[in-house]
């Protein structure tokens, strides 16, 4: 029986790349996105390449919504086996300075790294933990892993997701459910923060040189920390 993988704010880089990875081998991709065309479109691509998907619109820093999209994945493909994060913070959400971060500041961001992720955790940990086997994948960016004050409140955001993942980490060892963290230092072809950096190079500060990967190249990634499950987290990306 196939498995089924859903893909919370699935991304033209990130989700595009890990949908197809574990759609050849033969998951079921339930596409998670807030604007309902282009969840349904990312959907038709992987269907057209041969891949079962379906598209299933919601915010997933609602709580609401994130238990309701849950529900409708599993009355459409059956449980969910594993669980990829890949949401990612818009450009203009980002503070350059640490010193201009303020509470308001940090909604955005920690709705979307901390918050989310906790909503799902909770929505599909206990079935996962139930049934004796599921992953959780998540996704994180440099400003946590290497300090980068021009992302500052994204950057705090980060590392409260880390710290959480790697208490889960813990907390779920032995139960048979993976929980994983791709720490990414590059920019993402394709993704959203590409056209904009491309577009308005200004954003990046002077001289820092950032590696760029294709979402193929990230969805091989996952699927090396889903199969192996020998480590919480893998960087990729990140200068030597």
């Known amino acids: 029986m196939s498995k089924t993988i859903a893909i919370f704010g699935y991304g033209p880089g990130l ?14 991709v339930a596409v998670i996105g807030r604007d309902p065309e282009k969840a349904r479109r990312h959907a038709d691509e992987l269907t057209a390449e041969g891949i079962e998907a379906a598209a299933f619109p919601a915010d997933v820093t609602v709580a609401a919504q994130v238990t309701g999209v849950i529900e409708k994945i599993e009355a459409t493909f059956g449980p969910i ?3 990829m994060h ?10 350059p ?3 201009e971060v303020d509470i308001p500041s940090l909604d955005a961001p920690i709705a979307l790294k901390l918050h989310s992720p906790i909503l799902v955790t909770r929505a599909l940990a206990p079935k996962m933990v139930e049934r004796g086997d599921g992953a959780l994948l998540f996704s994180s960016g440099s400003s946590e892993h290497f300090v980068a ?7 705090v955001a980060l590392a409260a997701q ?10 779920l060892r032995g139960t048979g ?32 040189e950032i590696v760029r990967m294709s979402g193929a190249e990230l969805g091989d990634h996952y699927w090396r920390l889903y199969t192996e499950r020998d480590e919480v987290e893998l960087d990729v990306g990140f200068p030597a």
């Open 177 to 208: 459910v993976y929980v994983g963290l791709l720490n990414i230092g590059a920019l993402i072809d394709g993704s959203k923060a590409a056209q904009i950096i491309d577009e308005n190079p200004e954003v990046i500060p002077a001289g820092l």
């Open 86 to 95: 890949g949401a990612a913070g818009n450009m203009s959400d980002r503070l």
């Open 97 to 99: 300075s640490t010193l």
């Open 81 to 83: 086996d594993v669980a």
């Open 15 to 28: 989700g595009v790349g890990t949908g197809r990875r574990f759609g050849r081998e033969g998951f079921r």
């Open 149 to 155: 004050p021009y992302l500052a409140n994204f950057g």
């Open 162 to 171: 880390r710290g959480y993942l790697r208490q889960l980490a813990v907390e």
